[in-house]
Structures are given as C-alpha cells and as structure tokens.
C-alpha cells in the first residue's frame, strides 16, 4: 500500500512522475496534452474553492473540446480576465520544468507552501482522472495512474542540473526509443526535433513562449 503521509520541505525541490496503470496511454491527442497542462496551472493554488472557479471550469470544458480554441494565449487569457484581476493565486508550488510522455510524465517541484506537493499533486491528478474518464467514458474502469505519484528529492545544483538534462531530453526516445542506453546517434536530429516538441517547458526555459504562464523559470 502506498505511504500517502510523504513529507516534503519547504523549498525542497522534487522530481515526481507517474505513468498511466498498466503502462496505458494517458494522452491520447493534443487535446488530452494541452487540458493535463491546464491542470498544471490550475490546480498550483492553495485556495481549492473560489467565486471564480466556475469561469474556469467552464473555459477549461470548452477549450479541451477544440484544440484550435486551446492555443498558446489559453492560459494568459485566463490569468487577464478582469474577473479574475482581483483574485490573488496561493501557489502550491513552483513548477520548474515538466515534460509529458504518452504514458508518463515528469515534473521538477520546488514546495512552497506546507504539503504544498501532495495538495497539488492530488488536486491535479483528480482534476485531469476526471476530465479523462468523462471524455472517454471509463466509467467503472479504475484509476487512470499507476497508483501514488513517485518523488525523488533532488540534493545540490549538480544534481538539479542532471535532472534537467534528463526530464528536457525525455522525448528523444519517441524518434530514438533505444538512445539512452547507447547514445543518440544524431545530435542534431535529436535537438531539432526537442525544438518542435510541444509537450515539454524546454522552449519556454530557452526564451520561447510555450506555456509560459505554468513554470517558473528564473530559478534555472
């Protein structure tokens, strides 16, 4: 049984991942990338019931229908809204980089408030196991993830940085599936082909808006 009473410090940055049961897909289209993103932003809040939650809701259910609604400016709309211009965010934690895999994903948190990690890691597990099960009709099915979370901490910037390097370079394997045990046999390729994945806060860590509204990146 999983220990569900982790402790994680304040300022402590960690590495969580989980995949979906059974090694299954968790992302099946863009659609399914772009609402697990939302999620990332919208669940990062200590407040879990607010006047503005429903104007939210409501934008996060339509543009998870069209991914030509849901494009790059999604997220700083939502941050502008004039109804929402007054509401102060309480921020969980700090996402530093994330990528997303078609069955897992990788995420480096830095805690910043008590629990902070475990709050919102289970505000946006459940927010986007519901969003997947009524999309796809997985009624009675189970779980969608691969039990609890995983969290490594990450101890001193030497390790931070291999931590980078390995959550940045993780979609090399779609093009390349065997090139962590031998090494990619075209850099060039390797890193074109990063510069064109969108699932990841690689761009956004190298001065190109992504989704720069979900990281903070001034602490890389």
């Not at 968790?26 to 999620?39: K, L, Q, V």
């Not at 997220?75 to 934690?93: G, I, N, Q, T």
């Amino acid at each position: 049984m999983p220990n569900l009473k982790r402790e994680f410090l304040n300022g402590g940055i960690y590495h969580a991942f989980n995949r979906g049961v059974e090694k299954r897909n968790i992302f099946m289209n863009e659609s399914d990338y772009y609402r697990f993103i939302f999620s990332l932003y919208e669940c990062n809040d200590a407040v879990s019931v607010r006047v503005t939650q429903r104007i939210i809701n409501r934008r996060a259910r339509n543009l998870s229908r069209s991914v030509a609604r849901f494009h790059l400016a999604t997220l700083d709309r939502v941050v502008d809204d004039s109804k929402l211009k007054s509401y102060k965010r309480e921020l969980l934690v700090d996402i530093l980089g994330f990528v997303l895999m078609p069955n897992h994903y990788h995420l480096i948190l830095r805690q910043l408030a008590e629990g902070g990690i475990s709050l919102f890691m289970k505000k946006m597990s459940n927010s986007y196991t519901g969003y997947f099960n009524d999309h796809y009709k997985r009624k009675g099915v189970g779980a969608l993830f691969q039990g609890a979370f995983k969290a490594v901490p990450v101890a001193g910037e030497g390790q931070l940085m291999h931590l980078v390097e390995y959550v940045f370079s993780n979609p090399v394997e779609i093009i390349d599936p065997d090139w962590k045990n031998r090494g990619t046999e075209n850099p060039k390729e390797a890193l074109n082909f990063l510069k064109t994945y969108k699932w990841s806060s690689y761009l956004d860590s190298v001065g190109i808006d992504n989704f720069p509204s979900v990281t903070a990146r001034e602490f890389l």
